[in-house]
């Protein structure tokens, strides 16, 4: 089981985020992803093996973390960031989603 | 590029059968894990299982188990997501995925099929 935190976060554009993604079982080698998904499109990979970013990802999104802990950063919100965060661990089966986090504007 | 194209909405009534599909371009088909991702409105995203066309493999979440039947035809590039009697509860936007290897996350995404399941 996969648990997020907090399940909303109000930023103001410009300032950091820090989501989190905590796991009942060590996530095997840092299987662990981040997703995107803003309202009626598909989730977006931004972070995959915990801190690789995806192909086209700014820098602005950070992931880290091992065993059973883990975190997104972004780290100055941009309007086109506020949106649903996803954490995925994609090795063990079944593969698992943790519940999301919100990230709106303050 | 990969890409995935899924066929259209559907608004069907409890008790009847549906497969919806999933084409996937820009790759060979038989060399990538097609996955089924469920989420219900409002909710989160579920892995339901995964596919591969190269061998059929076919893997399931328990928790779909016996509710829902993957298949591929890779004579055309397409995976399938089947229920042969549809419940109100199966209403949700259902995503195919792909990824290369099961070390690999769904890095390609379908546009979303919406199931609607009401009397």
């Known amino acids: 089981v996969l648990t997020q935190s907090p399940g909303t976060l109000s930023l103001s554009p410009g300032e950091g985020a820090t989501l989190s993604c905590r796991a009942s079982q060590s996530v095997s080698a840092n299987y662990l992803a981040w997703y995107q998904q803003q309202p009626g499109q598909a989730p977006r990979l931004l972070i995959y093996a915990a801190s690789r970013r995806a192909t086209g990802i700014p820098d602005r999104f950070s992931g880290s973390g091992s065993g059973t802990d883990f975190t997104l950063t972004i780290s100055r919100l941009e309007p086109e960031d506020f949106a649903v965060y996803f954490c995925?661990?994609?090795?063990?089966?079944?593969?698992?989603f943790g519940g999301g986090t919100k990230v709106e504007i303050k | 590029e990969v890409r995935l194209v899924q066929s259209g909405a559907e608004v069907k009534k409890p008790g009847e059968s549906l497969k919806i599909s999933c084409k996937g371009s820009g790759y060979s088909f038989t060399d990538y894990w097609i996955g089924w991702v469920r989420q219900m409105p409002g909710k989160g995203l579920e892995w339901m299982g995964s596919?591969?066309?190269?061998?059929?493999?076919?893997r399931y979440s328990p928790s779909f188990q016996g509710q829902v039947t993957i298949s591929a035809d890779k004579s055309i590039n397409t995976a399938y997501l089947q229920w042969t009697s549809l419940r109100t509860s199966d209403t949700a936007l259902f995503f195919c995925?792909?990824?290369?290897?099961?070390?690999?996350?769904?890095?390609?995404w379908g546009q979303g099929t919406l199931v609607t399941v009401s009397s």
């Open positions: 995925v792909a990824r290369q290897t099961t070390a690999d996350p769904f890095d390609s």
């Open positions: 995925h661990q994609y090795v063990s089966s079944p593969l698992t």
């Open positions: 596919i591969y066309p190269g061998d059929f493999d076919t």
